[in-house]
């Protein structure tokens, strides 16, 4: 193995599992957990699998990772659970694994769905949904063969926020005709991370240094940095409540104020043009909090009036004389997300509850889509159709921002 580079390795490791799959389908029994293991046990990976352990009977059986330290935290969430480093040999050795968070580097994300779906697993991927569009149209080929479900962590699609401002926008007309979006992102962070004491050669994974597996988001062999990272949330939004309209063609431009041989940007702009000449813009860095008061949103300007989606919480219209109106999810109703009922006041006390309100709500409202359609075998919130879209319009954004060059879209990229 360590003559192998890393995408060879992550083949090979599809192509092993795919020996000990079989067609199965999972469901959590009165007497029995749902069991699900977490590949990629990182920040944002503990963060998936607590959400999905607040839903009753679920059950961390295993962790696969490769950095002590990681391992090491997730295991507060899972005590007993199994620690694996190859997700190839998890996937044969576990044969009551029903499903899989997969939260690993952009560049593996295909690889490592794929071979839980061969394995007859279902597959919760955080986002963006793959590396490229055809890694991207893989993935939603070997569900449609296997039966799987596949869910992508764009946790929008699970806010009933969005689901509102949809309706205001479309079907009410709340603010006329839809002229421009700004997508906006900022905050006073950066991924650099400091680097622990650890003494591992990681190069049988493919990662010439700790570095670069700790600050993985900094290089571009691994991701693609901003665009990808943060712009997929937002260009779906953008994309969604603007009816499904899609872009055209995009520009974007890019800089990496920090002196420290990063690869990928951290201030970054792309400027869409889509269907219906309506400009949408995303635009993020790291280096200030101050855009509208609010470190990220969506604002959506028409010719009647305007509509501000700020940090997944709350909605705000603006009508022609700039008057500020909250309108509440509770005009939204009961609500039916992908077969799941949400009551109006259920949703109405997630508004009006301190800290992260609809945004947590959110998440943990995703993964109770991802267990009720492990259940009923259903399709989920976000489905990969919805993650193929998303990362169609931010890597070829991505495109244009390290190339400085326009970028076109055929109707194509997006199926």
């Known amino acids: 193995m360590p003559d192998m580079n890393r995408r060879g390795f992550l083949q090979s490791s599809a192509t092993t599992v795919a020996t000990f799959a079989a067609s199965r389908s999972f469901a959590a029994t009165a007497n029995e957990p749902l069991h699900f293991a977490l590949i990629g046990a990182g920040a944002k990976g503990r963060h998936c699998a607590n959400d999905m352990l607040r839903i009753p009977d679920t059950k961390l059986t295993c962790i696969c990772d490769i950095n002590p330290e990681s391992v090491s935290e997730a295991k507060k969430l899972g005590p007993d659970a199994r620690i694996y480093e190859d997700w190839s040999e998890l996937l044969a050795s576990e044969s009551d694994l029903q499903a ?12 490592a769905a794929i071979a839980a779906m061969e394995a007859g697993r279902d597959v919760f991927c955080e986002k963006p949904m793959a590396y490229s569009i055809d890694e991207a149209r893989q993935m939603n080929a070997v569900r449609e063969r296997t039966g799987q479900v596949l869910q992508i962590g764009q946790q929008r699609r699970s806010n009933p926020l969005y689901y509102l401002a949809e309706q205001l926008v479309q079907k009410e007309g ?12 900022d905050r006073w962070e950066d991924w650099k991370r400091p680097l622990p004491n650890i ?6 994974w493919g990662f010439p240094s700790l570095d670069h597996l700790i600050n993985w988001r900094l290089y571009r062999k691994y991701g693609h940095g901003l665009m990808t990272e943060n712009g997929t949330h937002q260009m779906d939004a953008c994309s969604w409540v603007l009816g499904g309209k899609l872009p055209k063609k995009v520009c974007g431009i890019g800089v990496a104020r920090y002196s420290d041989q990063r690869e990928t940007y951290d201030a970054v702009t792309a400027d869409y043009l889509f269907d219906g000449d309506i400009l949408v813009r995303f635009s993020q860095d790291f280096h200030q909090g101050l855009n509208y008061g609010w470190s990220y949103g969506e604002l959506f300007l028409g010719n009647e009036g305007a509509l501000r989606i700020t940090a997944e ?19 939204l109703g009961d609500f039916d997300l992908a077969g799941l009922l949400c009551p109006v006041t259920e949703m109405v006390q997630a508004e009006q509850s301190s800290g992260g309100g609809l945004r947590d709500y959110s998440y943990a409202l995703e993964f109770r889509s991802f267990v009720n359609a492990i259940i009923n075998r259903t399709t ?3 489905p ?7 990362i169609a319009m931010t890597v070829t954004g991505a495109e244009a921002q390290y190339s400085g060059e326009y970028r076109e879209f055929d109707p194509a990229m997006f199926v």
């Open 100 to 111: 899989v968070i997969i939260a690993l580097p952009e560049d593996t994300h295909a690889s």
């Open 174 to 185: 709340i603010i006329g005709e839809v002229i421009r979006v700004d997508a906006f992102w």
């Open 199 to 204: 003494e591992k050669d990681f190069s049988r």
């Open 313 to 331: 919480q709350e909605l705000i219209h603006y009508d022609r004389q700039r008057k500020a109106t909250k309108i509440s999810v509770a005009k």
């Open 380 to 382: 989920p919130s976000c």
């Open 384 to 390: 990969g159709e919805v993650g193929l879209r998303s």
